[in-house]
């Protein structure tokens, strides 16, 4: 009986010191020595860029329909606002031909225009990234959605 109460005080201390000496390595040390800072927040203002509506027809089930987007786009960077600014007829033409891409009964859905919104910032953000400075959108936006 003896016996089983050494062994048993024993297991416990060891089961008590590994599980310590885990928390000390993995825990306490991870945090001194191998702690990531949190990452920086831009406070950069945000700087808004509206591009002019545009205009596409469809053919839904033989009657012509007209949709009407405006996009404005979200940066914190000057020199990518003035990019937006100083190309908006090449931006308006990439828009329009991504519209005329899609189907109506999509791109007036939710979930399609999420998904239309996700097609111009990628559209967008090649057009770009070839460019002398680094090109920033935080994202694209719909402004007005009109449907006749």
Request: proline fraction near 4%; aromatic fraction near 10%; charged fraction near 20%.
């Amino acid at each position: 009986m003896n016996k089983f109460i050494i062994i048993g005080i024993v297991a416990v201390v060891l089961l008590g010191g590994g599980g310590g000496a885990a928390y000390y390595f993995l825990i306490m040390n991870a945090e001194i020595d191998g702690a990531q800072a949190a990452p920086e927040v831009d406070e950069r203002a945000f700087i808004y860029v509206e591009i002019p509506p545009v205009v596409a027809n469809f053919d839904v089930k033989g009657k012509m329909r007209y949709v009407q987007i405006t996009t404005s786009f979200q940066t914190r960077d000057k020199d990518s606002g003035d990019t937006i600014k100083n190309n908006i007829p090449l931006i308006q033409s990439d828009l329009l031909t991504l519209m005329q891409g899609a189907k109506f009964n999509e791109i007036n859905s939710p979930d399609g225009k999420q998904r239309f919104i996700k097609q111009i910032e990628k559209s967008v953000n090649n057009m770009f990234k070839n460019g002398k400075a680094p090109f920033e959108i935080e994202r694209a936006m719909i402004t007005g959605f009109v449907i006749q």
